[in-house]
């Protein structure tokens, strides 16, 4: 990239002549005599005769012959006089005999294309004066011919890549140097003392048309929309993208200065007789801008060709996208499968050992901060070995997939069924309870024996022998999968041993957890509204089959809460450092930071949230939202949780 200071520290940066610089000054005045204005260019020979010659040139079309400077610039007015002195200066520092004498000609070229299309729009805004207009146009792209100047090696590496690629000319800048000429331009005329609108012009002259529109404002920004869009009509004359570049003008046109089709047309048309006027006047050939009219019917072609490229291009795209998506759907459907391979049993459908010992985990994880059980079932189906040694493995195969279908049937979506091994299925319970759990194995048990499957005329029976195990983890303690499943395990052989066809059940909790997981329950909305006879159980459980745990920490829900200072909650962090097995809840209780009650509250709104059970009530159509709130706002009665628990409403 390139320094800026290489550009401002150069000797060869443009400058104002002194005549221009005092021109500048005293058009800044509103109360300078015209005398002063013409010892100014009195004291430049060269500038004068310049000036004289083209008061009586057709570009200012006087009828009769001005002789005398004293009479030319009371007839120019000061603004006239500044732009010509500023031209001819230009002028002279765009001549160039070097390699890069065609670039120089180019800029000095389309200056005059700015500054005339900026003139004849002044003539559709009702204070626009012709001269200022045509001033901002002619210094619009003042940064191109500062870039020649002082950075003529970097920046031929520019123009030729712009002219190569047909790209816009500041992109490429952007590109190679790290700035555009609109930049450069933006920093001469704020050093020159060039005014306010002249910079917001040179500003946008490159902005997108959205920016542009509601940013510059028809009636209030003329003159900044008569460089932007001057600076297009340059484009649309010079550039080889004309199509582009008359899209641009239309738009802008219509919004700023009212120029619809007929307008533009005829705008076009008065701008390109005015050129060759300017040519006239500053020496410079128009002859090679083209016919009008051809020079339309050209940009309008290219639109066409543009337009249909785009058609052509997005059809293309739109072919790639949906050729893109089809791949996506394929390899998630063999994502899917191959996952359905390596997580399914392929006999029953059901999940395999490995799934089942992962979910089996992280329920672990996830109750280890929440206090809350985890429960697995064992079952394995009995005298399966006789029954596969009597009718054969294809019906051993039918017992099988029978059997974990009824499994399955019974069971909630929640809950995990997996083959373990041979005959022998398991299941992860979610949110068990001990009633619950017995509950759910019985009632699989119960199914099951009703089931008759038929092999070759013979109807056989089935029955399956089922052990349920219960238990909180602690925080540190380890293989506590291991030890709830052996324990499972033991209780489904405690059943065949007592006869089989029957459930065992073992709870793993103290006398200290179950109590605690009873204040919790009872803290429950779920329970409450079962309690208040306001909705039976099977209602409620069907509403929570939608509830999802809360799965922030506890003493985050209790800061929420206002019941619990941050620095509480890192104390208790702090002393959970020191003694990892400790609990949050329980060491906030013995800090004294919350109550019992407040912390059996928290851990069941943070395994059932009210406010999702409320959002699963409302979408079931059992309640509305109105009636929801109010009886949240009745269970809030008996609550510790303190006011803030109001805005875990609907």
């Not at 890549?161 to 952007?174: G, I, K, M, W, Y």
């Not at 932007?228 to 919004?255: M, T, W």
């Not at 005015?274 to 090679?288: E, K, N, Y």
């Not at 909790?509 to 306001?534: H, N, P, T």
């Amino acid at each position: 990239m390139l320094d800026p200071q290489k550009i401002w520290n150069s000797s060869t940066l443009p400058t104002l002549p002194t005549v221009a610089v005092k021109l500048l000054d005293c058009s800044r005045d509103p109360e300078v005599e015209m005398s002063t204005i013409i010892d100014v260019i009195k004291t430049d020979p060269a500038i004068c005769a310049k000036i004289l010659q083209s008061t009586n040139s057709s570009f200012f079309g006087f009828s009769s012959k001005v002789t005398s400077i004293d009479r030319a610039v009371p007839l120019l007015g000061t603004t006239v006089v500044t732009s010509l002195a500023l031209s001819f200066s230009l002028a002279s520092d765009s001549v160039n005999s070097g390699p890069l004498k065609d670039h120089y000609r180019s800029y000095w070229k389309q200056s005059i294309i700015h500054a005339v299309a900026g003139e004849m729009l002044s003539k559709h805004c009702d204070d626009g004066l012709d001269c200022e207009f045509f001033l901002a146009g002619l210094m619009m792209d003042i940064g191109r011919l500062a870039l020649l100047k002082t950075v003529s090696r970097e920046y031929f590496q520019v123009v030729v890549t712009a002219e190569s690629q047909s790209r816009p000319l500041h992109e490429v800048e952007q590109e190679f140097l790290g700035l555009d000429h609109a930049h450069v331009s933006h920093k001469l005329m704020e050093n020159w003392g060039f005014p306010e609108q002249f910079m917001t012009g040179v500003k946008y002259q490159h902005a997108s048309e959205e920016e542009i529109l509601s940013t510059l404002q028809p009636g209030r920004h003329s003159l900044e929309a008569a460089m932007v869009l001057a600076n297009a009509v340059g484009d649309y004359f010079i550039s080889p993208n004309c199509g582009p570049a008359l899209q641009r003008i239309r738009k802008l046109g219509e919004h700023h200065f009212k120029l619809d089709e007929e307008k533009l047309q005829t705008y076009l048309e008065k701008v390109r007789e005015r050129l060759d006027q300017a040519g006239d006047l500053f020496s410079i050939d128009m002859s090679d801008l083209g016919d009008p009219s051809d020079l339309m019917a050209q940009a309008n072609q290219q639109l066409l060709e543009l337009t249909m490229r785009a058609h052509a291009e997005n059809a293309q795209i739109a072919a790639r996208q949906e050729q893109i998506e089809q791949e996506r759907q394929r390899l998630q459907s063999q994502n899917e499968e191959l996952q359905e391979k390596v997580t399914r049993d392929p006999l029953t459908g059901v999940f395999n050992r490995a799934y089942f010992d992962k979910a089996l985990n992280d329920a672990i994880n996830h109750s280890r901060d929440r206090y809350q059980p985890v429960g697995v079932i064992f079952t394995d189906i009995d005298k399966f070995k006789s029954l596969n040694d009597t009718y054969g493995h294809h019906f051993g195969d039918q017992v099988l997939k029978t059997f974990a279908k009824v499994v399955a049937s019974n069971m909630r979506s929640a809950d995990v069924l997996a083959r373990y091994g041979g005959e022998e299925f398991v299941i992860l319970v979610s949110r068990p309870t001990e009633k619950g759990i017995e509950k759910l194995a019985e009632r699989i048990r119960a199914t099951v024996e009703k089931q008759i499957i038929e092999e070759q005329g013979t109807r056989v029976s089935i029955t399956a022998s089922f052990g349920a195990a219960l238990m909180i983890p602690g925080r540190l303690e380890r293989d506590c999968a291991q030890h709830l499943l052996q324990t499972a395990d033991e209780a489904m052989y405690e059943s065949k041993r007592t006869g089989r066809n029957r459930t065992t059940h073992r709870c793993l909790f103290s006398d200290q957890d179950r109590a605690m997981l009873k204040e919790i329950s009872q803290a429950k909305f779920s329970r409450w509204l079962v309690s208040s006879e306001i909705l039976d159980i099977p209602a409620v459980s069907r509403a929570l089959l939608q509830v999802a745990p809360d799965p922030r920490p506890l003493g985050e829900i209790a800061m929420e809460m206002g019941i619990l200072e941050l620095e509480q909650s890192e104390a208790v962090v702090r002393r959970q450092d020191e003694n990892p097995e400790s609990r949050f809840g329980k060491i906030c209780i013995e800090e004294n930071y919350l109550t019992a009650e407040q912390v059996n509250y928290l851990l069941a709104w943070q395994t059932e949230p009210p406010q999702r059970l409320m959002a699963a009530l409302t979408s079931s159509g059992l309640f509305t939202e109105q009636r929801c709130q109010q009886l949240f706002e009745q269970y809030l009665e008996g609550c510790p949780l303190g006011e803030k628990s109001i805005q875990f409403s609907v």
